[in-house]
């Protein structure tokens, strides 16, 4: 039996959901008890193999205090209210070592060293 891929949108959204949840500095286990679930169906919504019902994204989007656009801002295929067909930054964060550069990065407290840090990125990438 073949397994289905995750849908582009389903996937984008648990990005999105993982991003914020990251930014918070909220564990996967946190959001399942404040959901209700548990610490592997948020992992399934993350990665896109389980979508997430609108009422439960709701809920998602109060816990993590966005609202409920967040989720859909960069998803493939919408083109109304800025949304773009390519998704860097949800490519960013399905990449492994994102939350370690993102937490790394929001805990720089001083304005130069973020620039620096921005700057060493936009070099590494340069250089490829």
Do not use: C
């Not at 564990?27 to 209700?36: F, I, R, T, V």
């Not at 994204?57 to 800025?82: H, T």
């Amino acid at each position: 039996m073949q397994q289905k891929s995750p849908n582009p949108i389903d996937g984008h959204i648990g990005s999105r959901v993982r991003a914020r949840r990251i930014m918070l500095g909220m564990s996967q286990e946190k959001l399942a008890d404040a959901l209700g679930l548990t610490f592997q169906q948020v992992q399934k919504y993350e990665k896109g193999t389980n979508r997430i019902g609108a009422s439960r994204l709701l809920r998602i989007a109060g816990i993590l205090d966005v609202s409920i656009e967040f989720f859909f801002e960069g998803a493939p295929g919408l083109r109304k209210g800025g949304f773009s067909d390519d998704s860097i930054m949800a490519e960013f964060l399905t990449s492994p070592d994102s939350d370690r550069l993102m937490r790394g990065f929001i805990r720089l407290k001083d304005d130069e060293a973020r620039k620096k840090v921005a700057d060493l990125v936009d070099w590494l990438a340069s250089i490829q």
